[in-house]
C-alpha cells in the first residue's frame, strides 16, 4: 500500500500530469486520436469479425482481426482490454484494435474486447463481463486449435487482465487455463485502493474493501498458481507517474517470487500514454516483445 497522503493521491494517480511530452488536456486528446487513427486503419487494411457479441449489453461486445487471406487455425490470440479508468468513455472497443496490423501482420489473430463503463455499472459487473468474454475466446480458441492465448490491456485494463489469469470463467470451472500462455501487464492498477481517495472514485463508488477485494495483488498466490506455464510481460513508461511504475514493480516482483516467468520492460521515452499508443508501430520494442512472446 502506499505511503502517499491521502490529499496527494489524485495527483499521483492522474497520469496526464506527468507527459514529459505535453500537457494534460493535449496529452488525453493526442492518446485518442492515436487510438482512432490506428484502429481505422486496422479496420481498412485486415478482415475483421466485426461486434462479436458475447452478452445482453451493448457494449459486451468484440472486435476479431486477422491478415487477410491468412490461416485462422492454429494461430495464437492475442486479446486487448483497453484502459480509461473503467470510465472514459472515449477509451472503447472501437478505438482499441490500433495494435491489431503489425501484430496480424506476424501471424496472430488480435481480439479488442469491449465492456460496459463505470459509472453505468459497478466494477464488479465489468469483471463479470470480461469473464464472459474470455469464455467465449477460450471456446474460439479451441475451435481453431490455437497455440495459445496472450491477454493484454493498459492502465486499467492491465488489471482487468491480470484478473482473467485466474482462470475461473464458469460456474462449473471446467475451463482450461492451459491454453492461456502468457500476459502483457502494461502500466496497470494492481492495487484498487489508493483510488478511492480519488476523484475516480466517484463512479467506482468502491469502498477499500471492495477496492481490495478487486486488487491483481491481493490475489497474486492464485494467479501465480494457474501460471507456473506463462510468461507474463510486465511494462511501463519511463515516464509513468512513480505510482504505476511502483505499483508494477511490486507486481512483477510478486509473480517471480512464486516462481512465474516474468519480463519488466521499462520503455525510455515514453509516459502512460506514449507506451501502450506507440504498439501500432510494427518497430517499437513493446511491439517486437508481444510477436517473441507468442512465439511469431
Known sequence: MTTIPDQE??????PSRWSHRMGPDEVIADHIENFDRASKESL??????????????????????????????GAPIFVYFHGGYWQI?????????FMAVPLCQAGATV??????????????????????AMKLIITLAKERDSRGIYISGHSAGAHLAALMLMGTFSDDDAFDSELIKGAVLVSGVFDVRPLTKTPNNDALKLTEEEAWRFSPMNLVDDIAQLSRHRHIIVAVGEYDPPEFRRQ?????????????????????????FSVIDKLRDGKYLLTKECIRLMGL
Open 111 to 132: 481480439i479488442a474486447v469491449g465492456y460496459d463503463h463505470a459509472p453505468d455499472v459497478s466494477m464488479g459487473t465489468i469483471i463479470l463481463q470480461v469473464k464472459r
Open 248 to 272: 508494477s514493480g511490486e507486481m512483477e516482483k510478486a509473480f517471480r517470487d512464486r516462481g512465474v516467468k516474468t519480463s519488466y520492460v521499462d520503455v525510455p521515452d515514453t509516459d502512460h
Open 44 to 73: 481498412w487494411t485486415l478482415q475483421v469479425e466485426l461486434e462479436v457479441s458475447y452478452g445482453e449489453s451493448q457494449k459486451e461486445k468484440m472486435d476479431v482481426f486477422h491478415k487477410i487471406g491468412s490461416e485462422k487455425r
Open 9 to 14: 493521491l489524485d495527483y499521483h494517480y492522474s
Open 89 to 97: 468513455k472515449e477509451i472503447r472497443r472501437e478505438n482499441s484494435s
